[in-house]
């Protein structure tokens, strides 16, 4: 089956401009989650969606964060407008059952703001 | 809250030694727990899923155990390789959420 999918690989911005993430899950999967991991930490729950409603969004920075999944199937996630402190991988993963199948995750991007 | 802990932070053997990596957990009422390897400035990759019925999860050189009621679990890996460097990590699902480890980073000298 093919894996999570994320785009882009790596992105570079000045701190006040905006960025935006792409995730498609694993066909089926109708869990999907998008992760933080700043270095040398182990990857924060950002947002969680079952479907394409919002399941947990609690540790998400609403005044600068955004992200959606329409149909349930593919998301993004926005940053608007990015802070210094935003330089992290962020990690997109999908589930078919969390409790039995675990999870999948994507390759991550990148992102470093200066 | 659940509180993850993988200890040591880093890890640094001769190619051929066997490595155990310890994570230990607060809150025993997990649904399962997954152990992943993660290169440098990559995504996660899944090694191993112990689900909260098992006591452990093999496969090939890798072979992970659980210890609910200790909250703790371990990751052996035998005969390491130059190739097995990265950075490896916990996580456990309790409550509809996974929860993770800050990773120990592991170097196989050639």
């Known amino acids: 089956e093919a894996g999570v999918a994320q785009s882009p690989r790596y992105k570079i911005i000045e701190k006040r401009q905006s960025v935006a993430f792409w995730c498609n899950p694993i066909?089926?999967?109708?869990?999907l989650y998008w992760y933080q991991q700043i270095l040398g930490q182990g990857p924060k729950l950002l947002i969680q969606?079952?479907?394409?409603?919002?399941?947990?969004d609690s540790q998400l920075p609403k005044d600068r964060f955004s992200a959606e999944r329409l149909k349930g199937v593919d998301s993004t996630l926005k940053i608007q407008p990015a802070k210094l402190e935003d330089s992290a991988v962020y990690l997109c993963?999908?589930?078919?059952?969390?409790?039995?199948?675990?999870?999948?995750f994507g390759s991550g991007t990148r992102l470093t703001v200066v | 809250k659940q509180e993850v802990t993988q200890i040591p932070a880093a890890l640094s053997v001769p190619e051929g030694e066997n490595l155990v990596l310890n994570c230990s957990f607060t809150?025993?009422?997990?649904?399962?727990l997954q152990w992943f390897r993660q290169d440098p400035g990559k995504g996660l990759t899944s090694l191993l899923l112990?689900?909260?019925?098992?006591r452990e999860q093999t496969s090939g050189r890798l072979n992970a155990s659980l210890d609910k009621s200790s909250g703790r679990s371990t990751l052996y890996i035998a005969a390491s390789q130059p190739g097995d460097s990265a950075t490896y990590l916990c996580?456990?699902?309790?409550?509809?959420?996974?929860?993770f480890g800050a990773g120990t980073t592991v170097t196989v000298r050639a």
């Open positions: 993963a999908s589930s078919l059952s969390q409790q039995t199948n675990g999870y999948t």
């Open positions: 066909s089926g999967h109708a869990t």
């Open positions: 969606f079952q479907n394409n409603g919002v399941v947990d």
């Open positions: 809150d025993s009422a997990i649904y399962n």
């Open positions: 112990i689900q909260s019925s098992q």
């Open positions: 996580a456990v699902v309790d409550d509809y959420k996974l929860s």
